[in-house]
Structure formats: structure tokens, C-alpha cells
């Protein structure tokens, strides 16, 4: 057992009222790396993460954490995996620092709750209430609750979601301390610069089931590594637009679209280079219209889903 991943989870499928909502998602998490789960609104994550710490039961599929059964094995497992959930789940009435110490005793080999709380600025709120907590304080709170016990897994959900920059860097720090002491991290995010800064490994989930998957640097080099957004009038024709491009960049053919991210802003992606610039504004040019912010960049994890699905991932 001591070889298994840290999660594997083999073709889960969990519906709400008949409606799939995990679809058939494969997806192995190892030990010492962060493994993070990207996906747009009600893609599944939530749910994948939660059969994964067995407050779930799948319909169909298999899911192992560190070889165990979380439904069956649930008690052996416990010990052995931090859970930080999206709403804290904390209980309310305690001191925070009075919650984390309880936590840290029912642990064989707990951290140091001093150097934990002082990590992740619990000092500054230790003695008051969690339900007085901000949504930031309460997330830090519930991070170190999930890490005192120094568990093999951890699980968590949107970590740094809501905090300061300062806070962000602090949780930051310490995943990637886990990944260095050989924990298995498994984090779900919005936010793309946490998945591109953290994760050794992504997991893109739409609809459910997982589209691409890789290490960042692998995701966003498929094709060329540049994108090139303009802004101007909302509504261009778009197809007309990435027909010239296509047309002027390299003899292979192979930019890949024009996509209107937001109303009057677009991306280009694909083979992006110094003749699909000059055509585009020629192309505004002979339609009269003034393209600003022109700026050619390296592709995101936010161009790779949108490329996929023709769609934003928020
Ligand atoms: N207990 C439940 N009963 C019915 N439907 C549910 C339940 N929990 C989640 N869902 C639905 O399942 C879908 C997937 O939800 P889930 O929370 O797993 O998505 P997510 O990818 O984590 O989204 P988010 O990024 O918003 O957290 C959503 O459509 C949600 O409304």
C-alpha cells in the first residue's frame, strides 16, 4: 500500500437527480506533487474532491486514497488525509486558536500549532470566535486545521480564495513545503496563476469528466506558445478575421482561432507571428477601426480551456 498514489479515481460517476455531475473522471494524484483540478462553474470539481474524502458516495467508479477505500476504509484513512472544504466547516463558537490546538491534540504527531498559526497569521486573530472570523481569516484557519496533523493527502478547495496577497504567498509557501516532504497535494482553483505557480501536474474538467491533462508547461505548448489580444469594437466577424490571419501566417496553417473573450476584447491563439500582426491591422485598417492593446504573449491555462471548449473558464 505504501507504493499507491496518493488518489486514484477510475471512471467516477455521481449524479443528483439523475443528471450526471461526474461523468466517467479519471485521475491519479501522486505522492510529493500538487495536482491541481481547473474547470468553469459546476464543471464537478467539488464533488470529485468530495467522494475523494468520502463525504460522497460515487455511483459508479472507483476511488482510492493512498491505496484505501475512502467510504470503507474511512477510519484508517482519517489520520492519514487533511480536508480543507470551500466553506471552512468549522465549528463557530470556539477561539480559533483554542480549535486548532483541540484539532492538533487528537493527532499522534501533530505540527507545532505555534509555528503554524504564526505562518499563516493566526496570531493576529487567535483568541476571537471563528464565527467572527473574515472569509480570509476563517480560510487560513481552515488550512491549518487540515495540516496540523501532518497528514500523507491533503485536499483543498480553493485555498486561497478570498485572501490578501500576503496570506496567498504564505499558503503558497507551505504547499509546496508538503510537495518537498513528499505529501500529495490536491488542490481545485479558479485562479490561474495558482495552478500555473503551484501544480506539477493539471487536470482540466469540464462537464464532469477530464479534457486535458499535464504538466503546465506541456499544456500551454501545445501548438505555438503565443497569443496576440486586441481590443476594439465588440462584434467583428470573427471567422472572416482568423480566415486572413490563418491565410498570412505560416504555410502550415496552423493559427488556431479568433475568439471574442469578452465583448470588444479578442485572443488570438495559435502560430502568432510578426505577419498575422501586420495583417491584422491591416485588416482593422481596411474597415476603419483602431486596434489598442495590441500584445502578443506567451498562451495561459485560461487560453489552453478556452482553445478546448470555446469557452472562458469562469
Ligand atoms: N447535493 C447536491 N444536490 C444536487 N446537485 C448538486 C449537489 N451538489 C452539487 N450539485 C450540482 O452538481 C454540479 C457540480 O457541482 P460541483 O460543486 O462539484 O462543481 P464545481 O466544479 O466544484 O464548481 P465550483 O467551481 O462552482 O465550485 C453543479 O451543477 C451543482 O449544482
Not at 505522492?31 to 464537478?44: C, D, I
Not at 467510504?71 to 488525509?81: K, Y
Not at 487528537?106 to 503554524?116: D, G, N
Not at 495558482?194 to 506541456?218: Q, T
Request: proline share 4%; glycine share 10%.
Amino acid at each position: 500500500m505504501s507504493n499507491s498514489p496518493a488518489v486514484e479515481i477510475t471512471q467516477l460517476v455521481k449524479r443528483y437527480g439523475g443528471r450526471a455531475v461526474v461523468d466517467g473522471l479519471d485521475l491519479v494524484a501522486a505522492r510529493g506533487q500538487v495536482t491541481a483540478v481547473l474547470g468553469p462553474n459546476g464543471a464537478g470539481k467539488t464533488t470529485t474532491i468530495e467522494c475523494c474524502e468520502g463525504l460522497r458516495r460515487p455511483d459508479d467508479g472507483r476511488v482510492r486514497v493512498l491505496g484505501l477505500d475512502p467510504l470503507q476504509q474511512a477510519a484508517a484513512l482519517r489520520p492519514r488525509v487533511g480536508v480543507m472544504l470551500q466553506d471552512g466547516g468549522l465549528p463557530t463558537g470556539v477561539r480559533a486558536i483554542e480549535m486548532l490546538r483541540h484539532i492538533s491534540s487528537m493527532y499522534a504527531r501533530p505540527r507545532e500549532v505555534s509555528e503554524l498559526s504564526e505562518r499563516l497569521g493566526i496570531d493576529s486573530f487567535a483568541t476571537t470566535s471563528v464565527r467572527r472570523l473574515s472569509g480570509g481569516q476563517r480560510q487560513r484557519l481552515a488550512l491549518a486545521a487540515a495540516l496540523v496533523g501532518r497528514p500523507e493527502v491533503v485536499f483543498l478547495d480553493e485555498p486561497s480564495a478570498g485572501m490578501d496577497p500576503q496570506s496567498r504567498n504564505a499558503v503558497w509557501e507551505l504547499v509546496r513545503e508538503l510537495r518537498t516532504e513528499g505529501v500529495g497535494v490536491v488542490l481545485t482553483t479558479h485562479l490561474m496563476d495558482e495552478a500555473e505557480d503551484l501544480a506539477d501536474h493539471v487536470v482540466i474538467v469540464d462537464h464532469g469528466a477530464v479534457i486535458a491533462r499535464g504538466s503546465v508547461a506541456d499544456l500551454v505548448a501545445a501548438g505555438d506558445d503565443r497569443t496576440l489580444r486586441f481590443r476594439t469594437e465588440p462584434g467583428l466577424d470573427a471567422v472572416d478575421l482568423a480566415g486572413v490571419l490563418t491565410a498570412a501566417g505560416p504555410a502550415d496553417g496552423s493559427l488556431a482561432a479568433v475568439h471574442e473573450t469578452t465583448p470588444g476584447e479578442y485572443l488570438v491563439t495559435g502560430a502568432v507571428d510578426p505577419r498575422v500582426l501586420a495583417a491584422l491591422t491591416a485588416w482593422c485598417a481596411a474597415r476603419d477601426l483602431l486596434a489598442s492593446r495590441i500584445s502578443v504573449g506567451r498562451r495561459t491555462l485560461e487560453d489552453v480551456f478556452l482553445d478546448l471548449t470555446g469557452r472562458n473558464l469562469r
